[in-house]
């Protein structure tokens, strides 16, 4: 089957929908003004606000659920849905927490650049591409997710976080973010379970897993233009 041959009717709407969404998330670069301003002038433990924080930035981050989408798009059991998403939670979790308390100096636009090609890696996986090249797949989600942490890391340092109670706020925001990690995977499994059960699936499940690696490759380059145009300011 050939791309064109697949992409046609819905299977392009889904392409131009994942890819608007890959666009606003690439343009979605920093945290939302009011959430800024709000930890620049906080101070001090403030589990609640930062525990929605996460969760809100979890839930909004489509770079992050794209990847997800694509983790799970063939994973049939919980048992499997599981354990791939608590080695992603593994992963972002360290890098984020880490990389925060150890100011981890690195260039968010490189950063989000590469959570674009684990959208890109996630898709082609999905197709077959890597079967002869014996590429763990658990191993690549845990690799992955500690690149979404570290651009987790990086946008929390660009905003002064204070330094009293940072260890129970960062805490605090990475349980937010699992929270808000697992309220999208439920609605995704809600979603994508009952498209299994429908004929469709079958006929477009190919297509939409090029229009996930195209959102990525969108991602991608959004990022990379943004390094080369404000890469010194990020």
């Known amino acids: 089957m050939s791309v064109a041959s697949a992409l046609s009717g819905r299977a392009r709407l ?14 979605a670069h920093g945290v939302a003004e009011g ?3 709000f930890i620049e002038m906080t101070s ?7 525990f929605y924080l996460g969760a809100k930035h979890m839930v909004t981050g489509i770079d ?3 990847f997800l989408l694509g983790v799970i798009f063939y994973l049939y059991r919980l048992r499997q ?33 590469v959570i674009g090609l684990s959208v890109v890696y996630k898709a082609l996986d999905n197709l077959g591409a890597f079967k002869r090249l014996g590429i ?9 997710g500690l690149f979404h942490g570290l651009g987790l890391a990086t946008k929390i340092q660009g905003l002064g976080l204070s330094g009293e109670g940072v260890v129970a706020n960062l805490v605090a925001f990475n349980l937010g973010v699992e929270a808000g990690q697992l309220v999208a995977l439920t609605a995704m499994l809600i979603v ?12 477009y499940a190919f297509a939409a897993n090029v229009a996930l690696m195209m959102a990525g490759f969108v991602l991608f380059g959004l990022q990379m ?4 145009t404000q890469g010194s300011a990020a």
């Not at 889904?14 to 343009?27: P, Q, S």
Request: some cysteine; glycine content about 8%; overall charge positive.
């Open 35 to 37: 959430d800024q301003a």
């Open 81 to 113: 849905v599981a354990t791939y998403v608590t080695l992603f939670a593994l992963g972002h979790s360290t890098t984020l927490i880490l990389g925060v308390l150890l100011h981890t100096q690195v260039n968010a636009y490189l950063v989000d650049a």
């Open 64 to 66: 992050h659920l794209l």
């Open 14 to 27: 889904l392409l131009v929908g994942l890819a608007f969404c890959a666009a606003t998330a690439a343009k």
């Open 136 to 144: 763990n797949p658990k191993l690549a989600v845990l690799f992955f």
């Open 192 to 203: 994508i379970g009952y498209w299994r059960r429908t004929r469709s699936f079958e006929r």
């Open 225 to 228: 233009a943004g390094y080369f």
């Open 44 to 50: 001090g433990t403030r589990i609640g606000p930062f």
